[in-house]
């Protein structure tokens, strides 16, 4: 059906609260990828899920960060104590996985656009 | 760092002309794929080339790739005003057969293209 959506669209929170963000994948696809973009720093992987393997963690930049995909579906990606720092454009992807190929394309949602202020 | 390298970080074209961009990046990859953005928002996909290939076509685009000199380009012919946008390119390194293939992104290229 429709691609991947992401709420909210905006968000701006004061330093030190909690924010959580989420993914809607597209339906029947399998892995789902946590990107960041921010001035300075460009687009960088955060965090990916694939069926029901472990999460690739290794682009999360502290323990602040977490993120958890419930059902194999939709996931949401938390902030805890927000500093300003983490300002930044918050991208979903997803992409389905067939048995046997790599490479897949990744479709991106709009994104979700932090303010920490 | 950033695998993708891209060149120019900006470009301004007058509409009808060409747009040429490249990507560079160092490790072996499996595939290369290039996106659109505008303005800072949501990626559009807009061309994937497999490491075993060396030109892919769609509509107005066209990409190479030359894995020897590890890198990539992606042409706009007759640019139009709609064309104006950020392309990034991005690598999938995962090794063959694994489950995962997070992608790294270049900085991106920013065309203008004037009416």
């Known amino acids: 059906g429709a691609g991947v959506s992401q709420s909210p669209s905006n968000k701006v929170t004061e330093k030190g609260k909690d924010v959580e963000l989420r993914c809607d994948p597209i339906?029947?696809?399998?892995?789902l990828y946590w990107y960041r973009q921010s001035l300075g720093q460009g687009l960088e992987f955060l965090i990916y899920?694939?069926?029901?393997?472990?999460?690739?963690k290794s682009g999360l930049p502290s323990d602040r960060f977490s993120a958890e995909r419930t059902g194999g579906s939709v996931s949401t990606l938390t902030i805890q104590r927000t500093q300003q720092e983490d300002s930044a454009v918050y991208l979903c992807?997803?992409?389905?996985?067939?048995?046997?190929?790599?490479?897949?394309?990744?479709?991106f949602g709009p994104g979700t656009r932090l303010l920490v202020l | 760092s950033q695998q993708g390298e891209e060149d120019p970080q900006a470009l301004s074209i007058q509409e009808g002309e060409n747009a040429t961009m490249n990507c560079s990046y160092k490790t072996s990859i499996n595939n290369l794929q290039w996106y659109r953005q505008n303005s800072g928002r949501g990626l559009v996909h807009l061309i994937l080339?497999?490491?075993?290939?060396r030109e892919k076509h769609s509509g107005r685009l066209r990409v190479t790739l030359d894995t020897s000199k590890k890198s990539s380009s992606l042409l706009i012919t007759a640019s139009r005003a709609a064309d104006t946008a950020s392309y990034f390119c991005a690598t999938d390194r995962a090794p063959i057969r694994a489950a995962g293939n997070k992608l790294t992104f270049g900085g991106g290229t920013r065309v203008l293209v004037k009416p």
């Open positions: 992807a997803s992409s389905s996985f067939p048995r046997g190929r790599v490479g897949e394309t990744q479709y």
């Open positions: 899920f694939q069926g029901n393997s472990a999460p690739d």
């Open positions: 080339i497999r490491s075993n290939e």
């Open positions: 339906s029947g696809h399998t892995a």
